[in-house]
């Protein structure tokens, strides 16, 4: 069993920062991809950002250049920066991660339960 717990959301005004975390526990061999995507009301889940296992990162083009992800392999987190907030930044955000549970097993996909992150006056 692996899970995924995410912390760090909240209530922030605008052009205020948070930084979410996530933490990746129970039997892992090695993390894959890890990423954030993000759910507001009424709207499909969307990407926000994606980090290879080497650190190479992409990012959806609304947060590029105020959003950051990085992660630490030895923890088996990853973390979001979140600077500049906006309004429409308001959704709940969710952990992704790939990953191997056995050496020479196909990777799995596994989910965080997501943190709530508004921004608003």
Known sequence: ?????????????????LRLSCAATGTI??????????QAPGKERELVATITSGGSADYEASVQGRFTISR?????????????LKPEDTAAYYCYARVVRYKWRPAMDCWGEGTLVTVSS
């Open 72 to 84: 630490d392999n030895a923890k088996n987190q990853v973390y979001l920066q979140m600077n500049s």
């Open 1 to 17: 069993q692996v899970q995924l717990v995410e912390s760090g959301g909240g209530l922030v005004q605008p052009g205020g920062s």
């Open 29 to 38: 061999f090695s993390i894959n991809g890890m990423g954030w995507y993000r």
